[in-house]
């Protein structure tokens, strides 16, 4: 386990960080920061920042940029908050889902995760997990140890507040010291259940179906929530399907009875609320198969390589989706400063928007530690880092002007709207806020 930054494990055959870059960041690791023993031990010099996210697979570039914005903000640091030592500790939670999981997570590794960060005294923070059904593995732990965690893509309403499509006991179910240690950087399902709304209205749907993966409800609460804010802005729901299997399909046959019977109801629309994997890019072309003129729409769960790369080009064409991660030039100018600063400290790949989130998280750990009367405290407690990240207020970031609330959700409510092109591009159509 290191104590201070190193030269990050990269993937897919990127290069690693400057030296220069490596060599200033790692002069915190001086006498003053003592980790030995397995990490049971450290000075009160000495924090760590720990990152979990699916770094491997096919959304490996938006993951691998994420992390390069992590490490960019503590470089900008120079490894110090104050008189402390931060580190980053870079963990992987992707698990091949023809191999280990029919999710873009793995249990055993994303409690590997948690666990590594719950029992490393020298804890500070934990930024991740990316998807929502990881998140619900890891938060339950982290805020046993009172650890600060933040999530940039983990959705789920339950995870922030009470609401009809959560798991029964959820929010309080993931705080079993009852005190709020997570924050997330994007909207939760609800708000962009009401984008992806008026997305449909602005494309004219006026009949639509709403499917529900039989996956975690973590990762498909947004089926409910759509269909309530379907109606809310005067689209008809004229049919609802729950428990679809996309995890055992090999065929698009394995759907035909649904996609008929979804025919016979007429909608000029459909909906899935479904995890990113193959059996979900079946499902797209069965839709469209039985209802070539209805337009399919998906959630931002959907927006990565794992869906994309894979749907075929017939339902491609049919398929529109929102997604919080914007075009580059709809952020503030410091973003531009931040992705040219990426691209600077590593080489062999452009940087992705994912890479402002990185960002963003690290600095607000930074920021919480720089107010903190006691950063190395753990849990709620006045003067402690949950506390000071809570109290930060209005953040001029990368990715906007937003706040935290006491919930842990962001004032961040823009998304974009996009169609799928070829190859599986997206191509923006317009943005909601």
């Known amino acids: 386990m290191r104590a201070c930054v190193r030269p990050p494990r990269r993937r897919g055959g990127r290069a690693a960080l400057l030296g220069a870059?490596?060599?200033?960041?790692?002069?915190?690791?001086?006498?003053?920061?003592?980790?030995?023993?397995?990490?049971?031990?450290?000075?009160?010099?000495?924090?760590?920042?720990?990152?979990?996210?699916?770094?491997?697979?096919?959304?490996?570039?938006?993951?691998?940029?994420?992390?390069?914005?992590?490490?960019?903000?503590?470089?900008?640091?120079?490894?110090?908050?104050?008189r402390l030592h931060v580190s980053i500790d870079e963990l992987d939670d992707y698990a091949d889902v023809a191999v280990a999981s029919s999710l873009r997570t793995n249990t055993v590794l994303t409690g590997n995760c948690a666990h590594t960060a719950s029992s490393d005294l020298s804890t500070?923070?934990?930024?991740?997990?990316?998807?929502?059904?990881?998140?619900?593995l890891s938060l339950p732990l982290n805020n046993q140890n009172g650890i600060l965690q933040i999530s940039p893509g983990a959705s789920y309403p339950g995870f922030t507040d009470a609401g009809p499509a959560n798991v029964g006991?959820?929010?309080?179910?993931?705080?079993?010291?009852?005190v709020r240690t997570f924050a997330r950087l994007v909207p939760s399902d609800?708000?962009?259940?009401?984008a992806i709304?008026?997305?449909?209205?602005?494309?004219?749907?006026?009949?639509?179906?709403?499917?529900?993966?039989?996956?975690?409800?973590?990762?498909?609460?947004?089926?409910?929530?759509?269909?309530?804010?379907?109606?809310?802005?005067?689209?008809?729901?004229?049919?609802?399907?729950?428990?679809?299997?996309?995890?055992?399909?090999?065929?698009?046959k394995a759907f035909a009875s649904l996609a008929g019977s979804l025919a016979r109801a007429?909608?000029?629309?459909?909906?899935?609320?479904?995890?990113?994997?193959?059996?979900?890019?079946?499902?797209?072309?069965?839709?469209?198969?039985?209802?070539?003129?209805?337009?399919?729409?998906?959630?931002?769960?959907?927006?990565?390589?794992?869906?994309?790369?894979?749907?075929a080009a017939g339902p491609a064409s049919s398929t529109y989706l929102t997604s919080p991660y914007l075009e580059p030039s709809q952020y503030p100018p410091a973003a531009r400063s931040v992705l040219a600063g990426v691209a600077r400290l590593f080489t062999g790949q452009k940087?992705?928007?994912?890479?402002?989130?990185?960002?963003?998280?690290?600095?607000?750990?930074?920021?919480?530690?720089?107010?903190?009367?006691?950063?190395?405290?753990?849990?709620?407690?006045?003067?402690?880092?949950?506390?000071?990240?809570?109290?930060?207020?209005v953040i001029h970031g990368v990715i906007g002007t937003y706040t935290i609330n006491s919930s842990g959700d962001s004032s961040l409510r823009t998304f974009d709207g996009y169609r799928i092109g070829s190859g599986g591009a997206l191509q923006l159509v317009r943005a909601f806020s």
């Open 21 to 82: 870059a490596v060599a200033l960041i790692a002069a915190g690791c001086g006498s003053g920061a003592t980790v030995e023993g397995g990490n049971n031990a450290f000075s009160a010099t000495t924090l760590t920042v720990y990152t979990c996210l699916p770094l491997l697979g096919p959304d490996s570039a938006d993951m691998t940029s994420m992390v390069d914005g992590e490490e960019l903000a503590l470089y900008r640091a120079n490894g110090y908050v104050r």
């Open 124 to 136: 500070a923070a934990y930024i991740g997990d990316f998807d929502s059904v990881s998140t619900a």
């Open 169 to 178: 006991g959820d929010p309080r179910n993931f705080y079993g010291n009852r």
């Open 351 to 393: 940087p992705t928007v994912y890479a402002l989130y990185g960002y963003e998280a690290m600095s607000d750990v930074l920021s919480a530690i720089r107010h903190a009367k006691n950063p190395a405290q753990r849990g709620g407690g006045a003067g402690g880092l949950v506390s000071s990240f809570f109290h930060l207020g």
């Open 197 to 252: 709304a008026r997305f449909m209205r602005s494309e004219g749907v006026r009949r639509l179906a709403v499917l529900r993966d039989s996956s975690p409800a973590f990762g498909t609460a947004i089926a409910p929530l759509l269909a309530t804010a379907a109606r809310a802005a005067g689209i008809t729901v004229v049919a609802r399907r729950n428990g679809i299997d996309t995890d055992s399909a090999t065929s698009p």
């Open 266 to 311: 007429r909608p000029d629309a459909v909906f899935a609320g479904a995890a990113p994997q193959p059996g979900t890019q079946l499902l797209f072309k069965a839709l469209h198969e039985a209802l070539p003129e209805a337009k399919l729409f998906a959630p931002s769960e959907l927006a990565v390589p794992t869906f994309l790369d894979g749907l």
């Open 190 to 194: 609800t708000v962009q259940a009401q």
